[in-house]
Structure formats: structure tokens, C-alpha cells
């Protein structure tokens, strides 16, 4: 019995994702805490519970269901997506939200995971190969038509998650290094053209060695340089005609001391909170800027604040230990399951999960400008929550079936 | 999969472990960055949120004259506030109504209070009464961020105004927001004039501050660590004056109706027992609101009621300043006191013609100075010349800051050669200026400041004290009294000099013929000198300045009443009377009061009685 459990149930993912849905728990309690446990906490507690039982569905649902349902459960995604931009509710100036009585559900959350699902699918087929444009244009496209969607809510946050989980799958997929260099170029170019000249001419001096060192064809080598180039050059055009807000918010983040009561509040209540912590923090229920609310909505995307202010260093790093123990087990997971659907899905998820750690933890350290996005198992919001414990019941599921071919 | 697709995916895993890896590792090192490396800053940062620091005014020190009496005393009083982060400007108009005052003064007061906190309460009316109170009470649910602050206001508790002397305190300005950064909140009030303005530090004690934790929004939650870090408020120092009350509120009532001034002062040390500059005004009017009306119309009056006369008012001093000359000349040897001329009622020189009011026929000094020969002096001043009497105008403190401890004082104007010189050219003056100087007229001023220490100095025979009105201040919080220490100086003249100077200013009050004997008290000897200052084309004012008693001096005075014309009938007898009020205690005759009564500055005010209290 005890040997069947340890070859068929994956006793560490389990334990990690416990351990940081109690960690969420405790942050939320501490965040809305008002004297009494408060309706949001309350209201996290029920989506705990379902997460819960969904999760346990999901570690025990035959493998082969998976990939069987990976389309359909794609294109109810893009239909939701649709249907959320019709008749879905506004919170905070974006459409994202489904009202089902007094719980509300985000369809990018989970369109999220069918995507991996759809993308896993057709990159496992074995007449796809990477080193076509046809293929590569495709499987963009699979990630485009939701991306798209989400980008009208419109949800920056939730779309660069699509851009960042592609790539891992492409990497782990046999994309060329040519390929993923190409794709990330003209953004890098972009992003360094916002910090001054000097920034950018390093940046395609670099890339543009990497480019070469792929011993691609010349000329696609230089189109791609050019394309590049030309990115990064009108980046300061469309800078020059954004809305002021716009402008605000981008030069909040490359300087977020110098607005600190505008734009770059958040960061800095958070970057107050995290270092007024120190090494062991401020006690449980005992942080000013938690329990005096200074950081907005802070259950929402600065919970790590929590840890970071009430249980100090300690607290921070053992938060962030779990997840890298989550992250590396995805990885292992993926490079352990013969199946290839199997392996694609792992790293994919493992991308999203990374990918959401790296953007809202790099927010709340101050490394990143604010993007909404949430911390997964922490954050409250009942979607977030259920599609986090969705993931990690895939990843045990596919660990359960790793030696299926 | 294949072999080789094995090889490649741990090759691929180690790539994607590696990229983990050093995300996890930019995240320690800015968690260690943040939280160990920065914490202080951080923490500090945290607290400034968090902690609201609410100043808490202290009670101002009380003030006690020379006998112990209670002289200034603080009474509660509600101020009306506003909080503006919960405040609802559409309820300006309501509140103003409520208040009777005008919506703009609100608005005006909120938007200067904003600009400083949105978290801390902006003071809109002082003072305000019961009623006003009630009314605000009823409307609070309507009125959201309105409250209310009990502070205390000045009371003061005797007959006395003391005016110039106690002065008052007021909202702290602008201005002196940037002076005392730091110490103050706009709304804290702040000695503007008098006592209250020189002893603030002392009177004012140091503001307390208590902790309370906010959340964003600026609201309190609650004491910050059970007000354990709170700091009191330390209560001001008490000060403990030189003035005599009984003597101030009897001289006030003498001086009622008149304009100028009257000091008295305590010969032994200099302390001020009584400081009069009339007109004055009630102090009472600044405590509390102080309406813009009032202010205009105490500072545009024609009779500046503001001004304190006692210790700014430059006035010619006529004969009060012959004794000068007469020193000057006995020390430099010019005459003897046996020196005589023969007074023929007037003196001429050049086109100038100096007259007296009586033919004195043949005078001595000590004559000359018992009735005031102006001829005598005339002649006198050109023997002696601008230098020498300069230099004992200087050393009996004319032309010179008396240091006294309050508020503004002039130094008032002694001549010189330089002076004179500077002012006409060397050549544009001649030794015909010096005669007027001679009998107390020309480029010549005295604050009645410097005219009672003059007298104070004449009485001890060379005792100068510098005047003061603060004999010791006491803390609240050591409960030690400190008395405070002025300096002293000895002017030295030779005994036969003082030995006639001082027999001929008893025979102006004591003997007849002598022109102050309106100054005289029953049972006790008093000296002094009358002066009838010359003021074209106004009436002359009328001088007394004296001591008491002759042999043992306690107490010097000097009183000056402007246009009322002879000194020895408008000023001495009010000299007399304070004497006789302060050695005695009481008023033993009342014969001097017809002579005053006939001194009134507009015929139509009536005088009230003297008050005689004791």
C-alpha cells in the first residue's frame, strides 16, 4: 500500500502546495484582519474548500481524459473569453469577471491552463516539428487568440503570463536557439530603448552577437536584427503618444521614489512593509502596514507583504523557498514523463506558476513596475486559487501516469 | 523518447533548474537587501506612517506681582476645529452661519490648515461661548470633521491693565511659523507684546505630544503603545514681577483720562513697582478671538493707545534735567555750589530770549534748583559746555538703552558735539543752542523710563540699577524658584555734589518757594524736581520726577502728563500721591486730589475717584 502511494502519489507537490495554501490562508486572515475575521477571509475559506475538492478530482482523473479534453476545453476557454467581453462584469476598469451569484469567476484564469493543455496537445503531434514557420506560426496562433482576448479586457498582467509561459514550452518543445532569441529580441530592445539611448545600443550590440553566434542564414539573421532594431526605434514614438496616465505609470516604474504618492505608492508601501520587517519580522497580526492598511488591496496582489512584514526575513524566504521547491519539481516532473503531451504540460504549467511568482514577487520587492497579477496559492481571489491548485493537481496527476507512454 | 531526446531534455532540465535557480537568488538577495540591510530605514519609514505625533499645548505660566497676588490667570476656553480630511466643504456656509463668521474666513483658514496637514486639526474660532457651543453640539451629525478643543485663555484678575506691561498673546503668524520651525503648529499660541512676548519660552513651558497609531486614511485607532512614549506637557514657568498691583491699579486710576506716563521703581534694586503709558486698553479684548475691527481701530486711534509712552516716548524734560547740568558743573569744577547770579526773570542771547516765571533776584544752586531758574541754568549750561554735561547725561543712562525687560524701549536723545555737529555742520551751531539744553528744551529726549531710573540713581546717591519688571521665575517641574540677577553700577560723584544736588530737589517739595510742593506727603520727606516741557505749538507737559523718603529713598518716580502744562501742578502732586500710596500703603490725605481733578486731557470726560484698594 504504502509503496503504491509513493510510486502513484506525488507526497512532495502535495505537501508544497499545503503548505503555501495555509501560508495564503494565514496572510489573507492577517491582511483583512479588523478586529474580527473579516467577510473576504471568510469568503477564501469557501474557495479553499472547493479548491480543495477540485484538486482531489483532478490528481485522480483518468490520464487519458486529459488530452482528450485538452481541445474542447480550449475553445470553451475562447468562448468564455468572448462571452466575459459581452456580458462580463467591470472591476477596476477591466472586463474579466463572470457574476455568479456573489462569487465571481475569471475565465483568463483557467484559460490559461486549457491553453498549455490545446499548445501541449498539437506540439506533441508527431508531424509538428519547431524548425517550420508553418508549425511555429500555429502554435503561436494558439496562444495568440486568447492573448488577444485578454489583451481587450483589457488585462496586461494575465497576458504577459501567455508571452512568458510559450517560451519554456517552445525551448522544452526543440525550438532553435535562433527561434527563442528572435522572439525575445524586439521586446528587450524595446524595454532597454525606455531607459535612453545608451541602454539600447548595448542591448542590440548583444543581441545582435547572439544572433550571429546561432549561425542562422544571413538574411534571416539580419531581418531579424532589423525588426529588432526597428522596435526598439519606435518605442519612443509610441512612448510620446501615450495617454500622461500611461507615461506616468511607465516612468513610475524606472523611478518609483520619484512620485510616492502617485503611482508609486504601492511599491513603496510594499518596499516599506518588506524592509520594516527585518529578520524576523513584526509578529503575526502585528505589521502597521498590513493591519493599517497602507498598501491597497493588499490581499490581492502585495499579500507576500504579509509574510514579508509580520514574520521578516524568515517568513520571506521560507515563502519563497516553497516555491522554488514547486517550480523545481514542475521541471523534474516534466523531464521525468515519458509521455511527450505529459512532459509539455508540465513545463507549461510550471511557466505559468513561474511566471506569475516572478512578476507579482519582483512587484512587491520593488524589482518590477505593478502588474496585476496574482501570487498563486497566496493571493486571495477564488479563480486565482482554484486554477493554482488546478495546476498543481495536474502536475501530481501527471506524475501519478509518468511512466505512460 | 528516444536516447538522444534524453540526453537533450537533462541537458534542457539543467538550463531551466539554472534559470530558477538565479530568479530565487535575485529574490534572496533583495529580500536580504530590504530586510537586513535596510531595515532601519525602512522601519523608520514605517513608523512615520503609522505614528500620528498630536502636539498638546501646555498651560501657560501664571503670573504673580510682588506681593504673591495673582495677576494673570488661565481659564478654560472651547476652539472650534476642523479636521479637513472629514470635513464637507459644502458645509462651509452652515458652519459659518452656525459661528458668525464669514464662509471665505473658513475657507481661507481650512485651505492655509490643508496646506499644512489634511490630517491635523485646523483651528477656525477661539473663544467661542456656551451657546455657540450647543448649537454645534446639535448639528454635530450634520457637521462631520467639526470638533471642538478645550485650550486655555488669559484672564486677568485685577483692577490694573498693566497694558504695555503683561501684554498679550495671539494665533502664531506666518513669519513666525519660520522663525521658531519646529516648536510650534500653526494655531499654537504665542506671546506678541509685552511680558508675554520677552518670558514666552519661560511663560509658554514645552509642548507635549501624544502618539496615537493611524491608518491610511489619517484616522486615529488608538494610542500608540498604551501612551507609554506620550510626553506631557510641561506647564510654563511662573513669574513672580517687581510690581506692586495696588500701587499699578492706584496709579492707572490717576493717570485715567490723561495721556502720558508714570514709572515707579523700587530704588534698592531697580525693580519696577508700577509702569503706567496712558491712553491703554483692556487686555482682556485679546484673549480669546480678537476681531479685525478692533485691531484697526486700536492702531489707526489718534491717541495710540498701542504705544507704550513709559518706554518710547521721547519727550523733551525740561528743568527735570538741570540736576545733570548742576553735577556737571560742581564735579568739573566750573562753579561752587555758592555760586550766584542775579535772576532778572529772563535771559538773552543773541536773538534768543529765555524767560522765567518769576523774578528770582539773587540764587545759589541749591536756590536755583528749589525754584527752577531757568537764567540761573542758562548761564550756568555756557560755562559748563555741551561736553561736560554730555558726559553726565551719559553717566545717569540718558541718550542709552535702559535694558529694562520688556518689549521695545527708545533710547531716547542725548546730544553730543559730534551729534551736533553732524546735525547742523560744525559751523550751522553756536553757543546759543546750549542755554535751551541747559534747562531741559532742544535736541534733547528722555523716555519717563530713563527719567525714574534718574531718579532712582539720585536717591542712592549713585546707584544705578537697570529696570526691571520680572523678580523671579519659578518651573513647574522642579519647583524651584530662580531669581533673576540685573546689573548694577555705582556713579561716583563727589558727597558735597550729591550733599546739594539732593538738599535742593527735598527743597523743591519741602520748603517754600520750591515748585513741587504738590508732591508733599504728611510725615514723610520727599525730593524731586518739576519740569514744564516746552512743545510748540502744543501746551507743555508737565514733568515730576522724585524719590522718597529723603533720608532712607525706597521708592523713585517719574511722571510726565502731556499738554497739561505746570509740572508742580499736573504732575507732582500725582508723584505725591503714589508715594504717600506705596510707603504708607494707603492715601492719608486726600487734599491733592482737587489739584488733579482740574488736569483732564478733554474737558468733557469726567475723572472717577481714585480707587484706593486696601
Same mark, same amino acid.
Given at each position: 500500500?504504502?509503496?503504491?502511494?509513493?510510486?502513484?502519489?506525488?507526497?512532495?507537490?502535495?505537501?508544497?502546495?499545503?503548505?503555501?495554501?495555509?501560508?495564503?490562508?494565514?496572510?489573507?486572515?492577517?491582511?483583512?484582519?479588523?478586529?474580527?475575521?473579516?467577510?473576504?477571509?471568510?469568503?477564501?475559506?469557501?474557495?479553499?474548500?472547493?479548491?480543495?475538492?477540485?484538486?482531489?478530482?483532478?490528481?485522480?482523473?483518468?490520464?487519458?481524459?486529459?488530452?482528450?479534453?485538452?481541445?474542447?476545453? #480550449?475553445?470553451?476557454?475562447?468562448?468564455?473569453?468572448?462571452?466575459?467581453?459581452?456580458?462580463?462584469?467591470?472591476?477596476?476598469?477591466?472586463?474579466?469577471?463572470?457574476?455568479?451569484?456573489?462569487?465571481?469567476?475569471?475565465?483568463?484564469?483557467?484559460?490559461?491552463?486549457?491553453?498549455?493543455?490545446?499548445?501541449?496537445?498539437?506540439?506533441?503531434?508527431?508531424?509538428?516539428?519547431?524548425?517550420?514557420?508553418? #508549425?511555429?506560426?500555429?502554435?503561436?496562433?494558439?496562444?495568440?487568440?486568447?492573448?488577444?482576448?485578454?489583451?481587450?479586457?483589457? %488585462?496586461?498582467?494575465?497576458?504577459?503570463?501567455?508571452?512568458?509561459?510559450?517560451?519554456?514550452?517552445?525551448?522544452?518543445?526543440?525550438?532553435?536557439?535562433?527561434?527563442?532569441?528572435?522572439?525575445?529580441?524586439?521586446?528587450?530592445?524595446?524595454?532597454?530603448?525606455?531607459?535612453?539611448?545608451?541602454?539600447?545600443?548595448?542591448?542590440?550590440?548583444?543581441?545582435?552577437?547572439?544572433? #550571429?553566434?546561432?549561425?542562422?542564414?544571413?538574411?534571416? $539573421?539580419?531581418?531579424?536584427?532589423?525588426?529588432?532594431?526597428?522596435?526598439?526605434?519606435?518605442?519612443?514614438?509610441?512612448? %510620446?503618444?501615450?495617454?500622461?496616465?500611461?507615461?506616468?505609470?511607465?516612468?513610475?516604474?524606472? %523611478?518609483?521614489?520619484?512620485?510616492?504618492?502617485?503611482?508609486?505608492?504601492?511599491?513603496?508601501?510594499?518596499?516599506? $512593509?518588506?524592509?520594516?520587517?527585518?529578520?524576523?519580522?513584526?509578529?503575526?497580526?502585528?505589521?502597521?502596514?498590513?493591519?493599517?492598511?497602507?498598501?491597497?488591496?493588499?490581499?490581492? %496582489?502585495?499579500?507576500?507583504?504579509?509574510?514579508?512584514?509580520?514574520?521578516?526575513?524568515?517568513?520571506?524566504?521560507?515563502?519563497?523557498?516553497?516555491?522554488?521547491?514547486?517550480?523545481?519539481?514542475?521541471?523534474?516532473?516534466?523531464?521525468?514523463?515519458?509521455?511527450?503531451?505529459?512532459?509539455?504540460?508540465?513545463?507549461?504549467?510550471?511557466?505559468?506558476?513561474?511566471?506569475?511568482?516572478?512578476?507579482?514577487?519582483?512587484?512587491?520587492?520593488?524589482?518590477?513596475?505593478?502588474?496585476?497579477?496574482?501570487?498563486?496559492?497566496?493571493?486571495?481571489?477564488?479563480?486565482?486559487?482554484?486554477?493554482?491548485?488546478?495546476?498543481?493537481?495536474?502536475?501530481?496527476?501527471?506524475?501519478?501516469?509518468?511512466?505512460?507512454? | 523518447?528516444?536516447?538522444?531526446?534524453?540526453?537533450?531534455?537533462?541537458?534542457?532540465?539543467?538550463?531551466?533548474?539554472?534559470?530558477?535557480?538565479?530568479?530565487?537568488?535575485?529574490?534572496?538577495?533583495?529580500?536580504?537587501?530590504?530586510?537586513?540591510?535596510?531595515?532601519?530605514?525602512?522601519?523608520?519609514?514605517?513608523?512615520?506612517?503609522?505614528?500620528?505625533?498630536?502636539?498638546?499645548?501646555?498651560?501657560?505660566?501664571?503670573?504673580?506681582?510682588?506681593?504673591?497676588?495673582?495677576?494673570?490667570?488661565?481659564?478654560?476656553?472651547?476652539?472650534?476645529?476642523?479636521?479637513?480630511?472629514?470635513?464637507?466643504?459644502?458645509?462651509?456656509?452652515?458652519?459659518?452661519?452656525?459661528?458668525?463668521?464669514?464662509?471665505?474666513?473658513?475657507?481661507?483658514?481650512?485651505?492655509?490648515?490643508?496646506?499644512?496637514?489634511?490630517?491635523?486639526?485646523?483651528?477656525?474660532?477661539?473663544?467661542?461661548?456656551?451657546?455657540?457651543?450647543?448649537?454645534?453640539?446639535?448639528?454635530?451629525?450634520?457637521?462631520?470633521?467639526?470638533?471642538?478643543?478645550?485650550?486655555?485663555?488669559?484672564?486677568?484678575?485685577?483692577?490694573?491693565?498693566?497694558?504695555?506691561?503683561?501684554?498679550?498673546?495671539?494665533?502664531?503668524?506666518?513669519?513666525?511659523?519660520?522663525?521658531?520651525?519646529?516648536?510650534?503648529?500653526?494655531?499654537?499660541?504665542?506671546?506678541?507684546?509685552?511680558?508675554?512676548?520677552?518670558?514666552?519660552?519661560?511663560?509658554?513651558?514645552?509642548?507635549?505630544?501624544?502618539?496615537?497609531?493611524?491608518?491610511?486614511?489619517?484616522?486615529?485607532?488608538?494610542?500608540?503603545?498604551?501612551?507609554?512614549?506620550?510626553?506631557?506637557?510641561?506647564?510654563?514657568?511662573?513669574?513672580?514681577?517687581?510690581?506692586?498691583?495696588?500701587?499699578?491699579?492706584?496709579?492707572?486710576?490717576?493717570?485715567?483720562?490723561?495721556?502720558?506716563?508714570?514709572?515707579?521703581?523700587?530704588?534698592?534694586?531697580?525693580?519696577?513697582?508700577?509702569?503706567?503709558?496712558?491712553?491703554?486698553?483692556?487686555?482682556?479684548?485679546?484673549?480669546?478671538?480678537?476681531?479685525?475691527?478692533?485691531?484697526?481701530?486700536?492702531?489707526?486711534?489718534?491717541?495710540?493707545?498701542?504705544?507704550?509712552?513709559?518706554?518710547?516716548?521721547?519727550?523733551?524734560?525740561?528743568?527735570?534735567?538741570?540736576?545733570?547740568?548742576?553735577?556737571?558743573?560742581?564735579?568739573?569744577?566750573?562753579?561752587?555750589?555758592?555760586?550766584?547770579?542775579?535772576?532778572?526773570?529772563?535771559?538773552?542771547?543773541?536773538?534768543?530770549?529765555?524767560?522765567?516765571?518769576?523774578?528770582?533776584?539773587?540764587?545759589?544752586?541749591?536756590?536755583?534748583?528749589?525754584?527752577?531758574?531757568?537764567?540761573?541754568?542758562?548761564?550756568?549750561?555756557?560755562?559748563?559746555?555741551?561736553?561736560?554735561?554730555?558726559?553726565?547725561?551719559?553717566?545717569?543712562?540718558?541718550?542709552?538703552?535702559?535694558?529694562?525687560?520688556?518689549?521695545?524701549?527708545?533710547?531716547?536723545?542725548?546730544?553730543?558735539?559730534?551729534?551736533?555737529?553732524?546735525?547742523?555742520?560744525?559751523?550751522?551751531?553756536?553757543?546759543?543752542?546750549?542755554?535751551?539744553?541747559?534747562?531741559?528744551?532742544?535736541?534733547?529726549?528722555?523716555?519717563?523710563?530713563?527719567?525714574?531710573?534718574?531718579?532712582?540713581?539720585?536717591?542712592?546717591?549713585?546707584?544705578?540699577?537697570?529696570?526691571?519688571?520680572?523678580?523671579?521665575?519659578?518651573?513647574?517641574?522642579?519647583?524651584?524658584?530662580?531669581?533673576?540677577?540685573?546689573?548694577?553700577?555705582?556713579?561716583?560723584?563727589?558727597?558735597?555734589?550729591?550733599?546739594?544736588?539732593?538738599?535742593?530737589?527735598?527743597?523743591?517739595?519741602?520748603?517754600?518757594?520750591?515748585?513741587?510742593?504738590?508732591?508733599?506727603?504728611?510725615?514723610?520727606?520727599?525730593?524731586?524736581?518739576?519740569?514744564?516741557?516746552?512743545?510748540?505749538?502744543?501746551?507743555?507737559?508737565?514733568?515730576?520726577?522724585?524719590?522718597?523718603?529723603?533720608?532712607?529713598?525706597?521708592?523713585?518716580?517719574?511722571?510726565?502728563?502731556?499738554?497739561?502744562?505746570?509740572?508742580?501742578?499736573?504732575?507732582?502732586?500725582?508723584?505725591?500721591?503714589?508715594?504717600?500710596?506705596?510707603?504708607?500703603?494707603?492715601?492719608?490725605?486726600?487734599?491733592?486730589?482737587?489739584?488733579?481733578?482740574?488736569?483732564?486731557?478733554?474737558?468733557?470726560?469726567?475723572?472717577?475717584?481714585?480707587?484706593?484698594?486696601?
Amino acid at each position: 500500500m504504502y509503496s503504491y502511494l509513493k510510486e502513484h502519489f506525488d507526497i512532495r507537490t502535495a505537501g508544497i502546495t499545503i503548505a503555501l495554501v495555509i501560508v495564503g490562508v494565514v496572510s489573507v486572515y492577517s491582511a483583512t484582519y479588523d478586529a474580527k475575521a473579516s467577510e473576504i477571509f471568510q469568503k477564501q475559506l469557501l474557495w479553499v474548500a472547493l479548491s480543495a475538492v477540485v484538486f482531489l478530482i483532478i490528481v485522480f482523473l483518468p490520464y487519458r481524459y486529459l488530452q482528450f479534453v485538452s481541445w474542447p476545453s #480550449y475553445f470553451f476557454s475562447i468562448f468564455l473569453l468572448l462571452a466575459v467581453l459581452l456580458v462580463g462584469r467591470k472591476v477596476s476598469g477591466s472586463t474579466s469577471w463572470f457574476s455568479l451569484g456573489t462569487m465571481r469567476l475569471q475565465p483568463a484564469e483557467f484559460a490559461k491552463i486549457t491553453t498549455v493543455l490545446a499548445l501541449a496537445t498539437y506540439l506533441a503531434r508527431s508531424d509538428v516539428t519547431l524548425q517550420k514557420v508553418k #508549425y511555429l506560426a500555429l502554435a503561436a496562433g494558439i496562444v495568440g487568440l486568447p492573448l488577444l482576448l485578454i489583451l481587450m479586457q483589457p %488585462d496586461t498582467g494575465t497576458a504577459i503570463v501567455f508571452i512568458a509561459m510559450f517560451l519554456p514550452l517552445l525551448y522544452w518543445a526543440g525550438a532553435s536557439r535562433f527561434t527563442l532569441i528572435a522572439i525575445v529580441a524586439p521586446p528587450i530592445a524595446a524595454f532597454a530603448a525606455l531607459f535612453g539611448t545608451t541602454a539600447f545600443l548595448v542591448a542590440v550590440v548583444v543581441l545582435g552577437v547572439l544572433l #550571429y553566434l546561432t549561425k542562422e542564414h544571413r538574411i534571416v $539573421a539580419a531581418v531579424t536584427f532589423s525588426v529588432m532594431v526597428m522596435v526598439g526605434l519606435s518605442v519612443q514614438l509610441i512612448y %510620446d503618444r501615450l495617454k500622461p496616465y500611461q507615461q506616468k505609470r511607465i516612468a513610475t516604474f524606472l %523611478d518609483p521614489n520619484a512620485d510616492p504618492l502617485g503611482a508609486g505608492y504601492n511599491i513603496l508601501q510594499s518596499k516599506v $512593509a518588506i524592509g520594516s520587517g527585518g529578520l524576523f519580522g513584526k509578529g503575526y497580526l502585528r505589521g502597521t502596514q498590513t493591519q493599517l492598511n497602507f498598501i491597497p488591496e493588499q490581499w490581492t %496582489d502585495f499579500i507576500f507583504c504579509v509574510p514579508g512584514e509580520e514574520f521578516g526575513f524568515i517568513g520571506a524566504a521560507i515563502v519563497l523557498l516553497l516555491f522554488m521547491a514547486l517550480l523545481l519539481r514542475g521541471v523534474s516532473i516534466g523531464s521525468t514523463v515519458k509521455n511527450k503531451f505529459g512532459s509539455f504540460v508540465a513545463i507549461g504549467l510550471t511557466a505559468i506558476i513561474a511566471t506569475h511568482v516572478a512578476v507579482n514577487i519582483g512587484m512587491a520587492l520593488g524589482l518590477l513596475p505593478v502588474i496585476g497579477v496574482p501570487l498563486p496559492f497566496l493571493s486571495y481571489g477564488g479563480s486565482a486559487l482554484l486554477a493554482s491548485m488546478s495546476m498543481a493537481g495536474l502536475l501530481m496527476n501527471l506524475y501519478a501516469n509518468r511512466k505512460e507512454y | 523518447m528516444a536516447l538522444q531526446d534524453d540526453i537533450r531534455i537533462y541537458e534542457k532540465r539543467r538550463t531551466l533548474y539554472l534559470l530558477i535557480a538565479l530568479l530565487f537568488l535575485l529574490f534572496f538577495a533583495r529580500l536580504y537587501q530590504l530586510q537586513l540591510i535596510y531595515e532601519d530605514e525602512y522601519g523608520k519609514k514605517s513608523e512615520e506612517n503609522s505614528i500620528r505625533s498630536i502636539p498638546r499645548e501646555p498651560v501657560r505660566g501664571y503670573i504673580y506681582d510682588r506681593t504673591g497676588r495673582l495677576v494673570v490667570d488661565n481659564r478654560p476656553a472651547f476652539t472650534v476645529t476642523i479636521m479637513p480630511f472629514e470635513f464637507d466643504k459644502r458645509n462651509i456656509d452652515f458652519l459659518a452661519s452656525l459661528l458668525t463668521l464669514e464662509p471665505d474666513f473658513i475657507r481661507d483658514r481650512l485651505q492655509k490648515g490643508e496646506d499644512f496637514s489634511r490630517f491635523s486639526p485646523v483651528k477656525i474660532k477661539r473663544d467661542i461661548d456656551f451657546q455657540t457651543l450647543s448649537a454645534l453640539e446639535e448639528n454635530r451629525d450634520r457637521l462631520p470633521g467639526v470638533d471642538y478643543q478645550v485650550e486655555s485663555k488669559r484672564v486677568y484678575t485685577t483692577q490694573a491693565r498693566a497694558t504695555h506691561i503683561l501684554g498679550y498673546t495671539k494665533e502664531i503668524s506666518e513669519a513666525q511659523m519660520l522663525t521658531h520651525a519646529g516648536d510650534y503648529t500653526p494655531g499654537d499660541v504665542i506671546g506678541f507684546s509685552g511680558l508675554e512676548a520677552r518670558y514666552e519660552e519661560a511663560l509658554r513651558g514645552r509642548e507635549g505630544k501624544e502618539l496615537s497609531t493611524v491608518n491610511v486614511r489619517g484616522q486615529v485607532i488608538g494610542r500608540y503603545e498604551d501612551g507609554k512614549l506620550d510626553a506631557p506637557p510641561v506647564e510654563g514657568d511662573d513669574l513672580t514681577l517687581t510690581m506692586d498691583f495696588g500701587l499699578q491699579t492706584f496709579a492707572e486710576s490717576l493717570m485715567t483720562d490723561k495721556r502720558g506716563a508714570l514709572v515707579a521703581l523700587d530704588v534698592r534694586d531697580g525693580g519696577i513697582l508700577a509702569i503706567v503709558s496712558k491712553p491703554d486698553y483692556d487686555l482682556s479684548m485679546f484673549s480669546g478671538v480678537t476681531s479685525p475691527d478692533l485691531w484697526h481701530t486700536l492702531n489707526t486711534d489718534e491717541a495710540a493707545p498701542m504705544f507704550n509712552r513709559a518706554t518710547l516716548s521721547r519727550y523733551p524734560p525740561g528743568s527735570t534735567f538741570k540736576m545733570i547740568l548742576a553735577i556737571a558743573a560742581l564735579e568739573r569744577k566750573i562753579v561752587t555750589p555758592s555760586w550766584r547770579i542775579t535772576c532778572g526773570g529772563s535771559f538773552r542771547i543773541g536773538n534768543k530770549i529765555f524767560k522765567d516765571l518769576h523774578v528770582h533776584g539773587s540764587v545759589n544752586m541749591i536756590e536755583a534748583i528749589q525754584r527752577s531758574c531757568n537764567v540761573y541754568f542758562c548761564q550756568l549750561m555756557l560755562k559748563t559746555g555741551l561736553d561736560n554735561w554730555a558726559h553726565y547725561g551719559e553717566e545717569f543712562g540718558f541718550g542709552q538703552l535702559t535694558g529694562i525687560d520688556v518689549g521695545e524701549e527708545n533710547p531716547g536723545l542725548l546730544p553730543s558735539t559730534e551729534y551736533m555737529n553732524k546735525k547742523y555742520g560744525p559751523r550751522g551751531w553756536t553757543k546759543g543752542f546750549l542755554p535751551s539744553l541747559g534747562i531741559g528744551q532742544g535736541d534733547l529726549g528722555v523716555t519717563p523710563l530713563q527719567a525714574a531710573c534718574y531718579a532712582g540713581a539720585l536717591a542712592t546717591q549713585g546707584e544705578y540699577h537697570q529696570p526691571h519688571l520680572v523678580a523671579a521665575m519659578k518651573s513647574k517641574l522642579t519647583q524651584m524658584a530662580d531669581t533673576l540677577r540685573f546689573p548694577s553700577r555705582t556713579i561716583s560723584l563727589d558727597p558735597e555734589t550729591w550733599q546739594v544736588i539732593r538738599e535742593g530737589m527735598r527743597r523743591v517739595v519741602e520748603q517754600p518757594g520750591g515748585t513741587g510742593g504738590l508732591a508733599r506727603v504728611k510725615g514723610i520727606e520727599v525730593a524731586g524736581k518739576t519740569g514744564t516741557a516746552q512743545n510748540p505749538p502744543n501746551p507743555d507737559h508737565a514733568w515730576f520726577v522724585g524719590f522718597a523718603p529723603f533720608d532712607n529713598p525706597q521708592i523713585a518716580i517719574a511722571v510726565v502728563v502731556e499738554h497739561a502744562g505746570f509740572g508742580g501742578t499736573a504732575a507732582a502732586p500725582i508723584a505725591g500721591m503714589c508715594i504717600e500710596r506705596y510707603l504708607y500703603g494707603r492715601l492719608v490725605r486726600f487734599d491733592g486730589l482737587a489739584s488733579i481733578r482740574s488736569v483732564k486731557h478733554s474737558p468733557k470726560d469726567t475723572v472717577p475717584k481714585p480707587t484706593v484698594q486696601n
